[in-house]
Each structure stands twice: as C-alpha cells, then as structure tokens.
C-alpha cells in the first residue's frame, strides 16, 4: 500500500512540475529581434481570468529612466518600467491570444498571441501581428 502511495504522489508531482514548467505566468527575459540584444524582464501574471505582462526590470542600464514618448494616451510619457505593456490575453487551446503587446520603444500596440515552445517550456514565443504581418520574438524565462 505505501508503494502505491508514493507512486501516486510521485505522478502527482510530475505532472504539477510538467504543468508550471509550461506555463506562461512567471518572468521572462525580452530579447530585440533586430539587434539581438536583452531588453528587459517582463513578468507575465493572470488578473481577472486573462493575461497581462509588466515591465519589472530593465537591462540597459541607459534605459532604466526612458518614458514611452511615442505612446499615445495614458500611457505617453509614462516610465517604461513598471509600465504593462500585454493585455487581455485568454487562453485557447496551448496559446494566449486576443489581446495586445505594446513596443515602447516605437510606441506601438499590435494584437498578440503567446505560447510556450514545446521542445523548450523555457521559451515564450510572443507573436505580435496586424491583418497578416506579424513579428515573432522570443523569450527566455528567468527564476
């Protein structure tokens, strides 16, 4: 009977590892697509049933005060740290979708759509997209 206990707990375990090792939610490093350089941590969190991602740290040590002065509305100007820049994903399926990605730096908001490699559950693939070009960047979770 204790063999069948521990082998219960034991796939109980695995499969709470294997489940959070999939998951978006947690803090991610953002790598520029275009220069190949780490941006920023974003932490990725879930707030009334959908997803959301703030800027909670910044790389480039000249970067940590910029403000996104080529957003528009509320957030214009705004310190890019601290600053949410997904919002309103859902879950579908395996992806996160439905909701968009803002690029402080150009001061852009694009549709969005999330997922975690399958081959590698500590990489975010994060698609930003209008009509049917779209962008794929890629993130590395951090502890």
Known sequence: MMRYS???????????????A?????????????TGK????VEIYEKDGEVYGKVVEILNKDRV????????GEKKDEPILGMVILEGLEKDGDEYEGGTILDP????????????????????NVRGYIAFLYRTQEWFRVE
């Open 22 to 34: 999939q998951s978006v939610y947690g803090k991610w490093k953002t790598i520029d697509d275009e």
């Open 6 to 20: 521990f082998l219960a707990f034991f796939s109980f375990l695995t499969v709470t590892f294997s489940a959070n």
């Open 105 to 124: 730096n150009k001061g852009k908001v694009y549709r969005c759509k999330i997922w975690v490699d399958e081959d590698n559950p500590d990489k975010l």
């Open 38 to 41: 780490e941006k920023s941590i």
């Open 65 to 72: 005060d910029a403000v996104c002065d080529l957003c528009e």
